[in-house]
């Protein structure tokens, strides 16, 4: 696991995604357990969970052991990426259109689409949730999803 996510910013980053996940689904993102920190528990979850920030051009800002294996980057280079590379230049306008709409009504749960890995590998997601990350005074920290 990488030893950034032993920081503040991560203890709660791990606490804004669940809480707005719980708030927007109303359902919670995790089962809690009393092994390890939230934010390793979400770093170890069986599924790809990501988020980015709020830059001009989103860089990600998490990407948990899935993700990351997923996308076929290690902690440092994801860390670095714009989030819209994720995407194929030709699918970055649907991908933005996805974006939009999730600003505006906080969240998607059947989200599709081809995303494209490190090695240039394309692989299709499908049943996405796409959230904003608000944190519980109701500020916006940025996107998330789960794939």
């Known amino acids: 696991m990488p030893p950034h996510l032993n920081t503040a910013f991560y203890q709660q980053h791990a606490i804004n995604l669940c809480y707005s996940y719980q708030q927007l689904l109303n359902k919670p993102l995790i089962q ?3 092994e390890g920190t939230l934010i390793n528990q979400l770093f170890n979850a069986p599924f790809a969970l990501l988020s980015h920030g709020l830059e001009g051009d989103p860089i990600f800002n998490f990407g948990n052991q899935t993700a990351l294996s997923l996308f076929e980057y290690n902690w440092d280079a994801f860390t670095q990426l714009p989030s819209r590379l994720s995407a194929k230049p030709i699918d970055q306008v649907e991908r933005q259109r996805l974006l939009d709409t999730v600003s505006q009504h906080g969240y998607i749960d059947n ?5 494209i890995a490190a090695s240039g590998r394309e692989f299709l997601i499908e049943n996405a949730v796409v959230w ?3 944190d519980k005074n109701g500020s916006y920290c940025g996107q998330a999803a789960v794939i």
């Open 32 to 34: 809690m357990s009393h």
């Open 132 to 134: 904003n990350v608000i």
């Open 111 to 115: 989200y599709a689409g081809i995303r």
